[in-house]
Structure formats: structure tokens, C-alpha cells
């Protein structure tokens, strides 16, 4: 620093004066950066995005083990699966012939 009599190290005074305007340059880019609403906000929105779509992800490819699993489920098993398609069937035609009798 300076002494009391007015000598003092030049040299040490502007490094100084150097660093303590780097560190308020970077003190000033942080309040800077934390005042940016809108880049906060866009920022936030990326990442529920990102996790939107690791989520979307994950979810398509145990859906897809799920639906692997019946169809394996259904080789192997036919005979609940031709249960169904036959009672459905059934129900159309009862369907259909209750119309054609309101007629």
C-alpha cells in the first residue's frame, strides 16, 4: 500500500487497482447473470425438457417390454386370447341383430 508520507510501491498500487477491477468485473457478471430472469427461465425450461423427454424414454421402452411380453404371453397361451376375440365377436353379432330388429 501507500505510506503515510505520500511514497509508496506504484507497481503494487496499479496490481492492485488490476486485480480488484477483475474481481468487481466478475462480481458484476454474476449479479448480472442472477438478475436475467429470462435466461433463468429458459434455462429451467431446458432442463424439464431434457427430463420430459428421458422420461418419455424410459416409459416407451417398458411399454414396449410390456407389449413384448404379451405377445410372447399369447403365443405361448393362445387360448384366453381366442376366449376374447370370440366373445367379442359374439357380442358384435348380438349387436347387430338387435339393430336389424328395431328396424
Do not use: C, F, Y
Not at 67 to 83: C, F, K, M, T, Y
Amino acid at each position: 500500500m501507500t505510506a503515510g508520507n505520500g511514497s509508496g510501491d506504484v507497481q503494487a498500487l496499479r496490481a492492485e487497482i488490476q486485480q480488484t477491477r477483475a474481481e468487481l468485473g466478475e462480481t458484476v457478471q454474476a449479479l448480472a447473470a442472477r438478475a436475467d430472469v429470462k435466461a433463468r427461465l429458459r434455462e429451467s425450461a431446458d432442463q424439464t425438457k431434457q427430463k420430459v423427454r428421458e422420461q418419455a424414454a424410459h416409459t416407451a421402452e417398458v411399454v414396449r417390454g410390456s407389449v413384448h411380453d404379451a405377445g410372447e404371453s399369447a403365443r405361448r397361451h393362445p387360448l384366453p386370447w381366442v376366449a376374447v376375440a370370440v366373445g367379442a365377436l359374439a357380442a358384435v353379432v348380438v349387436l347387430i341383430v338387435v339393430q336389424g330388429r328395431r328396424r
